[in-house]
């Protein structure tokens, strides 16, 4: 099983990224589908996380209205469209899945929860 994050890089502040996460292995239909990061000298943070196979989705407050996670079920991708961005969004990204281990689940939100990662996309807002 692969999760490969690609699509991070060096953006002024206001700018757009998108990041891919691309999957392969296995299917993810029963799977929760999340992004977080990491900044230097902090912990790894939920971004935001839906059903891979649809449904609600989930961000953090500091993304929200600007941040927006969709797939593609045919190339086994999601995606993170980030608008908007600012110097505080720097950090490390990763894709994760986790096992929907309750039908009627919220998307998780801890680290913990997820078994699979991807390696991760470094993306870089300057002011």
């Known amino acids: 099983v692969q999760l490969q994050a690609s699509g991070g890089g060096l953006v002024q502040a206001g700018a757009s990224l998108r990041l891919a996460c691309a999957t392969s292995?296995?299917?993810?239909?029963?799977?929760?589908m999340s992004w977080f990061r990491q900044a230097p000298g902090t912990g790894r943070e939920f971004v935001g996380g839906s059903r891979w196979s649809g449904g609600s989705t989930s961000y953090a407050d500091s993304v929200k209205g600007r941040f927006t996670i969709s797939r593609d079920n045919a190339r086994n991708t999601g995606y993170l469209q980030m608008n908007s961005l600012k110097p505080e969004d720097t950090a490390v990204y990763y894709c994760?899945?986790?096992?929907?281990?309750?039908?009627?689940?919220?998307?998780?939100?801890?680290?913990?929860?997820?078994?699979?990662w991807g390696q991760g996309t470094q993306v870089t807002v300057s002011s």
């Open positions: 292995g296995r299917t993810f239909s029963s799977y929760f």
């Open positions: 994760a899945a986790a096992p929907i281990r309750q039908i009627l689940a919220s998307v998780y939100t801890s680290e913990e929860q997820y078994t699979y």
